[in-house]
């Protein structure tokens, strides 16, 4: 398969939350502000690319009855190690993500990845494959975070678009968490619309 | 005694795992095509949390906590919960053949489930002791089955609604279950809880 399809598959075409449905935890669960939509989605997109690496590099040597456990333990330390470094350098995003960083490790699009592509292809087209689907993730994140933050806040990465008088009384339940399972709803929605009919 | 009552409250309506917490979305959405898959899968849930919250209590704080181990805590977690859900596995189809029916094709399903390792670090970053975090595990439990057999009433007759073609499914899921939350978001301030 040519390179750049491997590449955009995952960011668009097979895009894990709003095409595929999977991963919807954290994409509902933190896309209340595009700030934290944006970090978790980089979380994600870092410990997808490592482990998609690394599992690659040893995908000749992991015993076929135990490849499940090794991923996990592969993919539970990349989750260690950005759980550890978000602590240390971004404490305000940390705070905000909370359990879902740790919980990065049960992501299914991470092990996905992980059975089906990383553990029988090459370094480069793992490499390319695990940023084209951490990168669709951080999209989706950040789109959802986007049109949450804008209707429930009134503001965009804290810098208000709107003036006084939708200040004063946003869409709160926007940021709250009904929010999110309505706008993910209308998302798919519109891509159940308009985007399939161009593919079929 | 009255901090467990609160403890209980709280778990199982104001912060109720699936609808404002967005953990286990994967078998809320999933699973709850049916009133019966949904009462099994919650049963399981229930048993696994409960389960899952005493062994990871007893790891952290016997084992992590004094050997300064704390660091592995992600990997040491999820590895207990996996061979916990393989052995109870095994155990309930020999001995409990009627319970192993009742609940056992879901108990793979949880076992990577987001809801169960959650809760797991939830009882360890809320500073619970074994306690609490028994109760914590059951209210949850509890708040996550009665929200899935709920959701699953409502999805039975979305089968029949007629609905815009482009709605069927997923999106309409969605809404119902954002509307639910709406509904569950008047829980909030009860007792003063948040």
């Given at each position: 398969m040519n390179r750049w399809n491997l590449f955009t598959r995952g960011l668009v075409k097979e895009n894990a939350v709003l095409v595929l449905m999977i991963g919807l935890c954290p994409a509902l669960a933190v896309s209340g502000t595009v700030r934290d939509a944006f970090g978790m989605g980089l979380a994600a997109t870092f410990v997808l690319l490592f482990s998609n690496v690394i599992i690659s590099i040893m995908r000749k040597k992991i015993p076929n009855e135990v490849r499940i456990p090794v991923f996990i333990l592969i993919i539970s330390t990349?989750?260690?190690?950005?759980?550890?470094?978000?602590?240390?350098?971004?404490?305000?995003?940390?705070?905000?993500?909370?359990?879902?960083?740790?919980?990065?490790?049960?992501?299914?699009?991470?092990?996905?990845?992980?059975?089906?592509?990383?553990?029988?292809?090459?370094?480069?087209?793992?490499?390319?494959?695990?940023?084209?689907?951490?990168?669709?993730?951080?999209?989706?994140?950040?789109?959802?975070?986007?049109?949450?933050?804008?209707?429930?806040?009134?503001?965009?990465?804290?810098?208000?678009?709107?003036?006084?008088?939708?200040?004063?009384?946003?869409?709160?339940?926007?940021?709250?968490?009904?929010?999110?399972?309505?706008?993910?709803?209308?998302?798919?929605?519109?891509?159940?619309?308009?985007?399939?009919?161009?593919?079929? | 005694m009255k901090n467990s009552a609160l403890i209980f409250l709280s778990a199982f309506l104001v912060n109720n795992i699936v609808l404002m917490r967005f953990l286990g979305l994967c078998p809320f959405f999933g699973v709850s095509t049916a009133v019966e898959t949904a009462t099994g899968m919650g049963m399981a849930v229930i048993f696994v949390m409960t389960l899952a919250s005493w062994i990871t209590w007893i790891v952290y704080h016997g084992v992590l906590l004094p050997f300064n181990l704390v660091f592995l805590r992600t990997a040491v977690f999820i590895l207990t919960i996996a061979s916990l859900?393989?052995?109870?596995?095994?155990?309930?189809?020999?001995?409990?053949?009627?319970?192993?029916?009742?609940?056992?094709?879901?108990?793979?399903?949880?076992?990577?489930?987001?809801?169960?390792?959650?809760?797991?670090?939830?009882?360890?970053?809320?500073?619970?002791?074994?306690?609490?975090?028994?109760?914590?595990?059951?209210?949850?439990?509890?708040?996550?089955?009665?929200?899935?057999?709920?959701?699953?009433?409502?999805?039975?007759?979305?089968?029949?609604?007629?609905?815009?073609?482009?709605?069927?499914?997923?999106?309409?899921?969605?809404?119902?279950?954002?509307?639910?939350?709406?509904?569950?978001?008047?829980?909030?301030?009860?007792?003063?809880?948040?």
């Open positions: 990349f989750v260690t190690i950005i759980d550890y470094v978000m602590q240390a350098f971004q404490p305000d995003l940390y705070r905000a993500l909370g359990v879902f960083v740790p919980l990065i490790v049960v992501n299914c699009m991470i092990l996905g990845r992980a059975e089906a592509f990383a553990s029988k292809n090459s370094i480069i087209n793992s490499i390319l494959d695990g940023l084209g689907v951490g990168l669709g993730f951080t999209l989706a994140l950040t789109v959802m975070g986007a049109v949450r933050e804008i209707l429930g806040n009134g503001t965009f990465l804290g810098m208000a678009i709107f003036g006084e008088g939708f200040k004063k009384s946003p869409v709160i339940f926007m940021i709250l968490p009904p929010g999110a399972f309505l706008v993910i709803g209308v998302l798919k929605a519109l891509i159940n619309k308009y985007v399939k009919k161009e593919t079929q | 859900v393989q052995l109870v596995e095994m155990f309930l189809k020999k001995y409990y053949r009627t319970l192993y029916n009742a609940m056992g094709i879901y108990l793979p399903l949880i076992t990577t489930n987001c809801a169960i390792l959650g809760i797991t670090f939830l009882n360890i970053d809320n500073k619970f002791n074994f306690m609490n975090a028994t109760v914590f595990a059951i209210a949850t439990g509890i708040g996550f089955m009665v929200v899935m057999i709920t959701f699953a009433a409502i999805r039975e007759r979305l089968d029949l609604a007629p609905i815009n073609p482009s709605l069927k499914g997923y999106p309409i899921s969605f809404i119902a279950a954002g509307l639910m939350a709406l509904a569950f978001l008047g829980f909030s301030g009860l007792f003063g809880l948040s």
